[in-house]
């Protein structure tokens, strides 16, 4: 809230921009949308605001940490997989910190930091070991049948038959979830890898 700011606002900052760093990620991403393609462009909008959520809102505050997820995804398009890992640590550090280990935020983090490790740097031991932490999370907390375990559970299926074969991996994460068998994209290839 802009009015538990007061006392910390250095001089010269408006309220737009008070505005900006508080909603920092909606606005970011709808611009972000606009500048489809420009990524240089895009980074220098993300890292003003961050600096600004930094210094005002501080580390731990969730617009700090949704535009430094931003900045990681923004990083991973523009093929800068290691400086998009670098943001996606930053912001793991704090969330488990401040939210915990199962939070929905944390775990989508880890999930950001899979997909770079399976997609960017072809690390594909990392990337399984981030998608196990993020599914034992879910798992947890939103539970088995929620959409994003369901979701974690393919991008794990999908690393088990395409950058880390294992017919046996992949055997028992459908014993959990045979219903990735059933998947219109998913289903029929997972068939004829077993």
């Not at 909606?26 to 605001?49: D, I, M, N």
């Not at 670098?86 to 939210?99: C, I, S």
């Not at 049948?145 to 994460?173: M, V, W």
């Not at 068998?181 to 004829?192: A, R, V």
């Amino acid at each position: 809230d802009i009015g538990t700011l007061k006392g910390k606002v250095p001089t010269g900052v408006t309220a737009g921009v008070m505005r900006l760093m508080k909603y920092g990620s909606r606005a970011q991403l709808e611009a972000l949308e606009k500048l489809a393609g420009k990524y240089e462009e895009a980074k220098v909008f993300y890292l003003a605001p961050l600096e600004g959520q930094r210094r005002v809102l501080g580390e731990e505050h969730k617009s700090t940490l949704d535009t430094m997820n931003n900045m990681g995804t923004l990083l991973g398009m523009m093929e800068n997989y290691e400086g998009s890992l670098g943001y996606f640590q930053q912001a793991l550090g704090v969330q488990e910190k401040v939210m915990g280990k199962t939070h929905p935020e944390t775990l989508g983090t880890i999930m950001n930091m899979a997909i770079t490790y399976k997609n960017g740097l072809k690390d594909f031991v990392k990337a399984e070991r981030m998608y196990r932490q993020a599914l034992d999370g879910r798992e947890k907390s939103p539970g088995k049948n929620h959409d994003h375990t369901k979701r974690c559970a393919r991008n794990l299926a999908i690393l088990y038959f395409q950058g880390a074969p294992s017919k046996e991996k992949l055997r028992e994460l459908i014993k959990v979830y045979p219903h990735l068998l059933q998947d219109p994209q998913l289903g029929e290839l997972i068939m004829n890898f077993m």
